[in-house]
């Protein structure tokens, strides 16, 4: 089974600045089967990155995926009030699924 | 636009049963991948079951095989999930997802979950 570690666990940030959170595989991935999550307080997760970098729908472009093998990237270029949430990588490869821990964004 | 509702979760005591339903609407049913996802607590998400269009292939997480059974009626447009023997660390919000893009999909729509707590 594929094990997905994201870290920071939490990040503390202002709004405008560059969120970097990272998640890493413990084995090599198809960037294909890879996606990134929101989740605010309340509300269900909702897709942002399908395919490691490609934005899903009505997601706005300061949201961007990267990476390729382990290492995948998720970067918001300049925080807006409403990016503060939990975040989610997913590997999609075929059951079983795998989810990563969360990177809770947080205001500073 | 995809509209995913789930129902059928409460307070339920150790080793007794349950049925979580999922009603959806605004996409053709019949050509998705369904999952059903968890979340304890505080906790994060856990993959938890998946079912083909056509109900032919159906795959579980370790921790539920065997006592979880996913299945889907086409023509009510409708995923379930029969949940026997649970346990306490069932206890979670248990949301209904699709995949547009098959069993290898990414989950594109996500009900808004519903509650199962297990408990003497």
């Known amino acids: 089974e594929i094990v997905l570690t994201q870290s920071p666990g939490t990040l503390s940030l202002s709004p405008g600045e560059r969120a970097t959170l990272s998640c890493r595989a413990s084995?090599?991935?198809?960037?294909?089967?890879f996606a990134w999550y929101q989740q605010k307080p309340g509300q269900a997760p909702r897709l942002l990155i399908h395919?490691?970098?490609n934005r899903a729908t009505g997601i706005p472009d300061r949201f961007r995926g990267s990476g390729s093998g382990t290492d995948f990237t998720l970067t918001i270029s300049r925080l807006e009030p409403e990016d503060f949430a939990v975040y989610y990588c997913?590997?999609?490869?075929?059951?079983?699924?795998?989810f990563g821990q969360g990177t809770k964004l947080e205001i500073k | 636009e995809a509209h995913l509702v789930e129902s059928g979760g409460g307070l339920v005591q150790p080793g007794r049963s349950l049925r979580l339903s999922c009603v959806t609407s605004?996409?053709?049913?019949?050509?998705?991948?369904m999952h059903w996802v968890r979340q304890a607590p505080g906790k994060g998400l856990e993959w938890v079951s998946s079912?083909?269009?056509?109900?032919?292939?159906?795959a579980y997480a370790d921790s539920v095989k065997g006592r979880f059974t996913i299945s889907r009626d086409n023509a009510k447009t409708s995923l379930y999930l029969q949940m026997n023997s649970l346990r306490a660390e069932d206890t979670a919000l248990y949301y209904c997802?699709?995949?547009?893009?098959?069993?290898?999909?990414?989950?594109?729509?996500w009900g808004q979950g519903t509650q199962v707590t297990v408990s003497s």
């Open positions: 997802a699709t995949s547009t893009g098959g069993w290898s999909g990414d989950f594109d729509y």
């Open positions: 605004g996409f053709i049913f019949d050509d998705y991948v």
């Open positions: 079912i083909s269009g056509d109900s032919g292939s159906t």
């Open positions: 084995q090599i991935l198809s960037s294909s089967y």
């Open positions: 395919a490691t970098s």
């Open positions: 997913h590997h999609h490869g075929g059951p079983p699924h795998s």
